[in-house]
Structures are given as C-alpha cells and as structure tokens.
C-alpha cells in the first residue's frame, strides 16, 4: 500500500507497481435492456442489505449497480434510455485522497478497494465521489436464521457505520486466481465474472483486464463509440461506456445516447 | 479607558472573585437547566451510538448534515479568543482587558464541543480515535495525509493546545489572588495551580513576555484553523464546495460569528455576575465597531461565491446555486442575508446603539443565527444536488435526535463555562488592575484628557 500511494505521484493513469492486470468493465449501451438482472445478482453475490421499503423511502437504499434510467423525447415520441452505474474504479479517484484512514485506495491491479476494517464512517469518500457509487450503512442489519442461509460465505457482511460500494467481484478474481495457480496456469481472459456480468442476458457488461491488449473488453474499449461518464472530471476510470447509437435520434437528444454524428458508427 | 470608575484594589478583587466565593439561587437554576439539555444531548448521543446513524436524517446524497454544520459553526465561534486576546493585546488596545479571558475560555470550550461533532458524526465514537491518533504502528498503516481530515485535527488540537496555555498563563496571577482569600481545600488547589506565584519582578516580566509569545505565534494558528475546515469543503471535488474563495471567507465569517458570541457572552456575564463597572458600554461600542467592519467584508465575500456560480454558469455549480436561490432555500438565504449584514449593519454604525446592551445582545444572537444558517446553505443543498448527471439527488430532513444534539452543543458551552466561572475569576483581576495603575489624566487648559501611560 505504501508503495501503491509514491507510484501514484507519478504517474496516476497505470496502476501501480504494474503486475499486467488493470481491471476494467465495458459496458455497451447499444444492448442494455434495463432488465435489471445485474443488479439483482449483485444483491445475492455481495451480501447487500435488503432495500425495504422504509429504508428506500429513507432514500438510503443500497445498489451497488443501478441502472439509471432516462426519458427522451417528446410524446408520444418517448424513448427510455438505460445506463448501468457502479463503482468506475477510476485511476484518479476522488474518493481516495479524502479519506483519512486509507479506507479505500487503489491495489496493484487497478482496483479502488474498499477496507471494512480500517472504515471509520466520515463519509468523505461518498460526498466526493460523482458517480454516487458509494454506499454507508445506516443501519445495523437484522439476520435472523433464515437470512444467515443465502449470505455469500466468500463476502463479508458489513456491519453499520461502515461504507461500501462495488468491488468488481473482487472475491471471484481471487478464486480464479487461486484455481489457475493450483494448475500452475496464468489467468485467461473470460475466467473472471462478476455477478453483473455472468448475470446479464444480452452481454451487455464485459469485463477483463484492459492491460492485455488481447482481452475481450480491451478490445471493446476500441470501439469508436467509446467514452467514459463525466470525463471532464479528470477521474480516469476503468469503465467503458459504448454509445447507443440509434438511427431515429432527433438532433437534439441528450448526451448519454447516440447522436446524429455517431449514427453510422459500427455497432457491435 | 475613558469612562474607567475610580476604583480601589480591595473593591476589584471583592467584585471579580464575587463569582468564585459566592453561589446565588441563579447559578443553580441556571445550572439545572444547563444540566437539563447536556443531559438531551447525551440521551441523544446514547440513541445514536446504539441504533447507528440511522436515527438521524441523513441519506444517501445528504451524507452530511447537522452534526458538521454544528461542527464548523463552532470552530467559527472559538475564533473569537484569539481575535480579541491576541490581536487586540499585540496592538495593545486598551479595550481588551475585562473580555480576554471570557472570549480565550470560550474559545477552549467551543473547540471541545466542535470535536465532539466530528467524533459523533462517524457514528461509532471508538474508531474515531484512529483517525486522530494512529495507534497501528505494527501494519505500518498511518492516517493518509492527503485527507483533509487529516490537517484538521492537526489544525484543530494545535488550536486547542495553544489556547489552554494562553488561558492558563494568563490566569496564574489570578489564581494566586484566590489561593490568598480562600481557605481549606480550596486553598490548596489554588496554590497548587498557581504554580508558586508570588507576584516578584520576575515572575512579571515572565508573564509578560510569555503573554505576548503566545500571542503572536497563536495567530498563524488562528489564520490556519478555520482555512484548513473550509478545505474539508473546498478540497473536494463537489461543485459548490470546490469553491477558491472558501478559505478567506470562512475565516471571515468565524471572526463574525465568533465576535458575535463574545458580545453576548459580555452581556450575560454583565448581568449575571453584576460586572457593570468592568463591562461597560463603551466596550460593546468598540466591539460594535470591529464587528460591521467583519460584517461587511463577510458580505462581500459571499456576494462573490453567488456571483461566481451565476455568472460563470458552470452547469453543475449553477445548479446548486439555483436549488440554493430557490424556495424554500431563498427564505433561508434571505434570513441569513437579513441577519448577518442588513439588521445589524446598520445598527452597528450608531454609536447610540452600540452602547446599548440589549440592541447588542440582540444583534449578537441575530448574528450567529445567520451565520448558523450560512453553514447549512453551504452545505444541505450542495449535496443534495451534486453533480447533475448522476441520477441521485435527494432531500434532507434533520431528525429529532440531530436537533437534540445541536441544542445539546448551546447547553455544554454555557455549562462549561458556567463551572468555569464558579472555579476561577472570568475577568482578569491583575490585567483590570495593570489598565487602573497605567489610566492617568492630563489637563491642558480646562479640558481633561483621559490618557494609558505605559512603561
């Protein structure tokens, strides 16, 4: 870790003491549906509370990937737009240097972690962070015996007062990690998923190591569609959004979906 | 000073220590009810620690609330020490003498009650205490310098540090006076305290030059403060938070408030301890005039950080500043406007009222009203609308246990200081005494001048 912070000051857009590995998801907007299987798979992958009703009204739900949902156009003209919104892992990441117990900094492997242990609950991090990814625990949960059965023995449960968000999976890279070591093999592009992605229909999210140039997802981020959300913020996040592109687009459609410009792009 | 009553050594030392060696029925009222809302606060507290945070009416873009609008408010009012004791002993305003040691204490109980904010706002008060004092040396894991939230304990222990000695130094002489007109238990702690003060040439002279030390190198500190708590806002990457001026203006808006409070303080304590021959008007009329001197150029500062957002027209910051000039937003803004510079401005630039007390009192309390209300703009509805883009913006309501908490803050300010009143004289005996022996009169032809001669 404390080599982790002197590498930054260096150069912020590589990971650190390079290990080939910076992982980073794309996400093509052309095929999102708004089904929201990734979101309910994460909630059974992570251990994420339960959103109840009061706690939604509250308006303290936590999602670690929500989709965001935009109207366009005029009626009867109406069209929703989809974006799925998580952690983006961002190589320059606001939430980082903001906290004062090294509660979340980014690993070797271009990761922004998030420590339970060392989180004391400022909520610096989540003030900071523009994507809104980043989630506090208002309450302590409730288990009763029945709720302690689906819990993920792999992910901790976090307890109140403590901040999370997105982790990329970050428990099933470890786990191919370690059956690939077992067979003393190197990690293959497509051996890691994280529930959003192995739960998605329509292949929308696409995750691998954007180091390796060979990688499905490093490959995508090519795609001339490519952009990343509010880039003029300096983040430098591992996420990749792919413009939809749609050849009805009035010209004065929003910035999320395609334009006009973009329409004869290659779709993939 | 000009309107100084001629009085004898015996009679300062019966009127100053009346509020240490005697007890009125008052303070014990005023004690209970003091005592009423700390104990709130801690049933609050209690209600917080037990349930989490969410017992109060925080949420997911509102991630922070009352608890660090409390927080800055009351690192604003511990301005007012150094910028009464200090500033005004370095340029040796006469004026100073009988608020220094109100405003210091306040200063020392105002920061107390400030960190207690930021250790309740975390809501798990035991693991703040690694933040602020890194006790994991084995995994060699340190508090990350870069944070923000790392200057500010720094920032604010070396605040706190200063101003207890500052305090302290200047209440040796005092306590020595006690520990000589008290008897038995009391005695014994006095002369303990006092550290064997006999009142010598050297022991002056020391006490002299310790004075004007601390007073110099305290100011820096003073400067330092509050910047470094308008860095936890302007450091960040909120749009209306990450704002250039912020550092001048909070420390602005601190002299303001905290100015504010002494006058207040001067006030009750004039009426509470029958002070009307220390604390006279013409010390509320020199205070009434640094203030709108404060107050104007706080008002200019926060003319520019709207101006800024509104001309420039930076989406994201141009949409907190509407959500902040809208309703219900704009009757806040207004009342902060109203409070902090169009009431009391004006009042404070007739020398009639600024030497009645009541007028006083009344713009003092208007004031921090204002200046509480600032906090809250600057913070509740920037991060109810932070970053447009993001599909979480949200609203904000304190709860029951929040709003317990911030009266809990006023009562444990009045009651520490009420306890400090009880132990050790709020007005400095020997500095009333030092401005009694340097008052001399000239007369030049039928005209008498009232004159400070020093040494």
């Keep these: 870790m404390k080599q982790a912070a002197e590498g930054k000051e260096q150069d912020t857009s590589k990971p650190v003491t390079s290990i080939g590995r910076r992982w980073g998801m794309v996400v093509d907007l052309d095929r999102c549906t708004g089904c929201q299987a990734c979101v309910v798979a994460c909630h059974a992958e992570n251990n994420i509370a339960l959103n109840l009703e009061d706690v939604v009204l509250q308006q303290r739900a936590i999602n670690w990937i929500r989709i965001e949902r935009y109207w366009e156009g005029e009626y009867p003209n109406v069209k929703a737009r989809f974006l799925p919104m998580f952690c983006q892992h961002c190589n320059n990441a606001p939430c980082e240097p903001v906290c004062p117990v090294y509660a979340t900094y980014h690993n070797q492997e271009g990761l922004n972690v998030q420590v339970y242990n060392r989180c004391i609950g400022t909520r610096y991090c989540a003030n900071n962070c523009p994507y809104h990814a980043r989630f506090f625990n208002f309450w302590e949960r409730d288990l009763d015996d029945t709720h302690r059965e689906y819990l993920n023995p792999n992910v901790t449960v976090r307890t109140k007062g403590i901040m999370e968000k997105c982790t990329f999976c970050v428990q099933r890279i470890r786990k191919s990690e370690w059956e690939r070591r077992q067979a003393d093999e190197e990690l293959q592009d497509g051996d890691v998923q994280p529930a959003c992605v192995q739960a998605c229909p329509t292949d929308t999210l696409v995750f691998g190591n954007l180091e390796d140039e060979n990688s499905r997802a490093a490959q995508l981020a090519q795609n001339k569609r490519h952009y990343r959300v509010m880039e003029n913020l300096g983040t430098d996040t591992n996420v990749i959004y792919l413009k939809k592109v749609d050849p009805h687009a009035s010209e004065t459609s929003p910035a999320h979906a395609g334009t006009a410009a973009d329409a004869g792009g290659n779709s993939a | ?455």
């Design chain 2, 1 to 455: 000073m000009h309107e100084r009553p001629r009085l004898t050594p015996i009679q300062i030392n019966r009127d100053l220590l009346r509020s240490v060696l005697e007890t009125p029925l008052r303070f014990y009222v005023l004690l209970l009810f003091l005592m009423g809302l700390v104990g709130l606060g801690v049933f609050a507290a209690t209600l917080l620690v037990t349930y989490g945070l969410g017992v109060t009416g925080l949420n997911h873009p509102v991630f922070w609330g009352f608890f660090i609008i409390n927080f800055v408010f009351w690192v604003g009012i511990s301005h007012a020490g150094t910028m009464i004791s200090a500033i005004l002993r370095l340029t040796s305003a006469e004026w100073r003498r009988p608020v220094v040691r109100a405003a210091e204490v306040m200063t020392v109980f105002s920061l107390l009650t400030a960190a207690l904010f930021v250790v309740l706002h975390t809501g798990r008060p035991w693991r703040t205490l690694y933040w602020a004092f890194p006790y994991d040396f084995v995994r060699g894991i340190w508090p990350d310098v870069r944070s923000p939230l790392v200057w500010d304990p720094s920032a604010i222990f070396t605040y706190l540090t200063g101003s207890i000695l500052f305090v302290y130094a200047a209440l040796i002489p005092d306590l020595a006076l006690a520990r000589d007109k008290t008897t038995g238990w009391r005695r014994i702690v006095y002369g303990t305290l006092c550290l064997g003060w006999r009142g010598n040439a050297r022991q002056w002279k020391l006490l002299n030059a310790t004075g004007l030390l601390l007073s110099a190198l305290i100011l820096p500190v003073f400067v330092s403060v509050h910047s470094i708590v308008s860095w936890d806002f302007g450091m960040s990457l909120v749009p209306g938070w990450h704002v250039h001026i912020f550092a001048p203006y909070f420390v602005v808006g601190a002299v303001l408030s905290g100015v504010a409070a002494v006058i207040a303080l001067m006030a009750v304590m004039r009426s509470l301890f029958q002070l009307h021959d220390y604390i006279r008007p013409e010390h509320f009329d020199m205070i009434g005039r640094l203030l709108a001197v404060v107050a104007l150029a706080w008002g200019y500062f926060y003319f520019l950080d709207v101006v800024f957002a509104l001309i420039s027209k930076e989406e994201a910051e141009y949409e907190v500043m509407k959500l902040r000039l809208s309703p219900p937003y704009l009757y806040l803004f207004l009342l902060m406007i109203i409070c902090n510079v169009f009431l009391p401005v004006p009042i404070w630039l007739f020398r009639k009222f600024r030497r009645n007390i009541p007028i006083m009192l009344l713009t003092a309390l208007v004031v921090n009203i204002g200046m509480w209300l600032e906090r809250f703009l600057i913070i509740i509805p920037t991060l109810q609308r932070r970053h447009p883009d993001a599909f979480a913006w949200g609203d904000y309501s304190a709860s029951l246990v929040e709003i317990s908490l911030v009266i809990f803050s006023f009562g444990n300010v009045g009651l520490l200081l009420l306890l400090f009143s009880k132990i050790f004289p709020v007005i400095p005996i020997w500095e009333e005494k030092e401005g009694h022996i340097w008052k001399r009169e000239f007369r030049i032809g039928k005209l008498r001048l009232p004159a400070i001669v020093r040494e």
